[in-house]
């Protein structure tokens, strides 16, 4: 007779997405912070701890691993995250579900290594340090402000670029119209806005693309 899988098992069959994460071990709190933040400044998700990258349950302590928990978004996430937990038992082994909602208020930032804070955002199964294009369109958008875009050589330059080539980034654009990184950055932020522009992620880098 067939068996319904159950719910854990529904969520490890999907696999690691731009909503979900397995998580062997929690061993430092301010790994998973970046994790949490990157959850809470895109669309949510939800960490599967006890569970290897290949989908296998391992099982953890569920003491142990939901104070490392509390740890990264109380200590190690500005703001504060609140999450939602939730234990399964598959098989005799226990899995932590913690469940990291989209803070759609405040972009949430993480405590590095060294000691900075650090926003980061989900794309597809990984996670991406936000830089300052992406801080500034998320704060424009949450700003509720318009944007007016003097159309001058600097965007002529950069459409005429990217109408030849496939993708620019910040320190290209900067060097083929010889202003500084900041203009290069406000210029791209006022095309992302207008969605004339999209950003790009590939391999762990950020470039910038026409939309189509």
């Known amino acids: 007779m067939f068996k319904q899988r159950s719910y854990l098992q529904k969520l490890v069959d999907r696999g690691e997405d731009q909503q979900l994460d397995f998580k062997f071990e929690v061993s430092d709190s301010k790994k998973i912070a970046k994790t949490m933040s990157a959850f809470a400044n895109t669309d949510g998700g939800t960490l ?11 099982g953890v302590r569920t003491d142990e ?13 500005k703001p504060e995250i609140p999450f939602t ?43 991406f340090m936000a830089n300052t294009v992406i801080l500034q369109v998320w704060k424009r958008r949450r700003s509720g402000l318009g944007t007016l ?30 202003i500084t990184r900041e203009i290069a950055e406000h210029v791209l932020v006022n095309l992302i806005m207008l969605n004339i522009i999209e950003i790009v992620f590939d391999d762990q880098s950020i470039v910038y693309k026409l939309k189509k």
């Open 48 to 58: 599967l701890i006890g569970v290897k990258d290949n989908g296998t349950i391992a």
């Open 65 to 77: 691993e939901l104070y490392m928990v509390e740890a990264a978004a109380n200590m190690y996430c």
């Open 85 to 127: 937990t939730r234990a399964w038992v598959e098989a005799g082994k226990t899995v932590l579900e913690v469940i990291i909602p989209k803070n759609n208020e405040e972009i949430v930032t993480a405590l590095d290594s060294s000691g900075k804070w650090i926003a980061y955002l989900r794309v597809k199964d990984n996670n």
């Open 149 to 178: 875009l003097r159309y001058t050589d600097k965007e002529k330059i950069l459409l005429d670029y990217l109408n030849e080539f496939e993708s620019v980034t910040i320190s290209k654009f900067g060097r083929i119209a010889l």
